[in-house]
């Protein structure tokens, strides 16, 4: 309780005093974070079967036939664990169970689901699964747009499947799985956000608010559940080397602070079950401390500034293709 009968300099200096020791303890705790996340490979050398006997032999990924998703997917099965893929292009389905199949000996169920029909696709993942029980669910399907726009240039129907898909799916996949879990006393949910959810990034604002949103209800799921035995991890990578990050050509070349997916993947599954809110790459926790920290003002105005670069390049790089 303050003493009024301090002078107001002391109650400022105070206040100081109180911001100053939240900013060395959050730098402290996120300096762990990464520390943790970069040694996370020599926590277990003997990886390969941890995952299966903590949680069970079975994980569902959507998003499963592109970038993150399918390396996560070919990570787990190279633990032994039974994949269910689901996307919406059942060709891609095929081809991919197919090639988990034949490298890492598991079984595979493929669903073809759109979630920007978040309801129907939701059912759909229900009524094929039938009694099977899922033992770790991967929410990594994603939408953003082609490259950084305006608000006013995004044509609704798109913006309408950004929000569909970024957070209807997420949480309605939570809700379909999560109660029986519970009643196992086991059980994982990996919900795959972006580091764009720690400050509003314009020209990719609904994405970037879409992934706040991800970030939120994750963390606020994980208290509601916190007796339950399921591990809830929130994962928020920066840019990987994969199609949603094709606008920019110097993010399509693989080095320790753009990772191709499957780099990415290797570190990010073994993040599981030992942190709950990561980024799942050892460079990207750095990035994310550094972002963190960054105040809001500065951030938005670096991020929007990166982005007009960006959208310059693309634009021209697209009128000489044209040509």
């Given at each position: 309780m303050w003493n009024l009968t301090l002078p107001y300099s002391t109650h400022l200096a105070l206040i100081g005093?109180?911001?100053?020791?939240?900013?060395i303890f959050e730098a402290l705790w996120n300096s762990i974070v990464i520390i943790i996340a970069i040694l996370t490979p020599f926590f277990n050398p003997n990886e390969d079967t941890s995952l299966l006997k903590k949680f069970g032999p079975w994980a569902l990924v959507t998003g499963s036939t592109d970038g993150?998703?399918?390396?996560?997917?070919?990570?787990?099965?190279k633990r032994g664990i039974n994949i269910v893929l689901v996307s919406r292009n059942e060709e891609k389905l095929k081809k991919t169970a197919e090639e988990i199949e034949n490298k890492h000996l598991v079984k595979t169920k493929i669903i073809v689901a759109d979630f920007s029909q978040v309801q129907k696709a939701v059912d759909t993942v229900k009524e094929k699964l039938g009694t099977l029980?899922?033992?770790?669910?991967?929410?990594n399907v994603g939408k953003n747009y082609d490259y950084p726009l305006y608000l006013t240039e995004i044509p609704e129907n798109l913006i309408v499947d950004i929000i569909n898909i970024n957070?209807?799916?997420?949480?309605?996949?939570?809700?379909?799985?999560?109660?029986?879990?519970?009643?196992?006393?086991?059980?994982?949910?990996?919900?795959?956000?972006?580091?764009?959810?720690?400050?509003?990034?314009?020209?990719?604002?609904?994405?970037?608010?879409?992934k706040a949103y991800v970030k939120s209800f994750t963390a606020g799921l994980r208290y509601e559940y916190r007796n339950s035995g399921v591990t809830i991890q929130h994962l928020a990578p920066f840019f990987v080397n994969t199609n949603m990050s094709a606008f920019v050509p110097m993010f399509q070349r693989n080095n320790f602070i753009v990772p191709n997916a499957e780099n990415y993947a290797k570190f990010a599954v073994m993040t599981l079950?030992?942190?709950?809110?990561?980024?799942?790459?050892?460079?990207?926790?750095?990035?994310?401390?550094?972002?963190?920290?960054?105040?809001?003002?500065?951030?938005?105005?670096?991020?929007?500034?990166?982005?007009?670069?960006?959208?310059?390049?693309?634009?021209?790089?697209?009128?000489?293709?044209?040509?």
């Open positions: 005093l109180m911001v100053v020791i939240y900013i993150i998703g399918k390396a996560y997917a070919f990570e787990l099965a029980k899922i033992d770790i669910l991967v929410n957070t209807g799916a997420v949480t309605l996949m939570c809700r379909a799985f999560i109660e029986d879990m519970k009643k196992r006393g086991k059980g994982a949910i990996v919900n795959v956000s972006s580091g764009s959810e720690l400050h509003p990034l314009p020209l990719m604002n609904v994405y970037a608010a879409t079950g030992k942190l709950t809110d990561t980024s799942g790459f050892w460079s990207h926790g750095i990035q994310r401390f550094i972002v963190k920290m960054c105040p809001t003002w500065i951030a938005i105005r670096g991020g929007a500034n990166l982005n007009k670069i960006f959208r310059r390049d693309y634009i021209n790089s697209r009128k000489k293709f044209d040509e």
